[in-house]
C-alpha cells in the first residue's frame, strides 16, 4: 500500500509556471506508475499525465502536451509536475494516483485504472 501526498498548488498569474510534487511512504514506490488528474470546479476529473516505473514511458492530456512535464525520483518517492505556461483553464484541484500494476497493462488515462489517492492540491490560474 501506498499513501500520496500532493504539494506545490498555489495562485499563479497566466503564463507563469508551478510545479507539483507528489510524495509517496513505501518502500515499494518505484514499482508502481503514477498519474496526475484534476477536477475543476462543476467538472468531472480529468487525466492530465502519467509515468512508468522507470520514468521511461510518459503520456499527457492534449490540452497539456507540450507545457507540462511530468517526471520522477525514485530515490525520494517522488513525482512531480512541472506545470508552464498556465492558462486560466487549468485552474484545478490536482490529484496524484498510484497503481502497482504494469504501465502496459493499464489504460493510464481511466481514473479506474489507479489504486491510490492524494487529497489534492489547488492550483489557481488567474487572467
Known amino acids: 500500500q501506498v499513501q500520496l501526498v500532493e504539494s506545490g498548488g498555489g495562485l499563479v498569474q497566466a503564463g507563469g509556471s508551478l510545479r507539483l510534487s507528489c510524495a509517496a511512504s513505501g518502500r515499494t514506490f518505484g514499482s508502481y506508475v503514477i498519474g496526475w488528474f484534476r477536477q475543476a470546479p462543476g467538472k468531472e476529473r480529468e487525466f492530465v499525465a502519467a509515468?512508468?516505473?522507470?520514468?521511461?514511458?510518459?503520456n499527457y492530456a492534449d490540452s497539456v502536451k507540450g507545457r507540462f512535464t511530468i517526471s520522477r525520483d525514485n530515490a525520494k518517492n517522488t513525482v512531480y509536475l512541472q506545470m508552464n505556461s498556465l492558462a486560466p483553464e487549468d485552474t484545478a484541484v490536482y490529484y496524484c494516483?498510484?497503481?502497482?500494476?504494469?504501465?502496459?497493462?493499464?489504460?493510464?488515462?481511466?481514473?479506474?485504472?489507479?489504486?491510490?489517492w492524494g487529497q489534492g492540491t489547488q492550483v489557481t490560474v488567474s487572467s
Open positions: 494516483a498510484a497503481t502497482p500494476r504494469p504501465y502496459i497493462s493499464i489504460n493510464y488515462s481511466r481514473i479506474q485504472s489507479y489504486d491510490y
Open positions: 509515468i512508468s516505473w522507470s520514468g521511461g514511458t510518459t
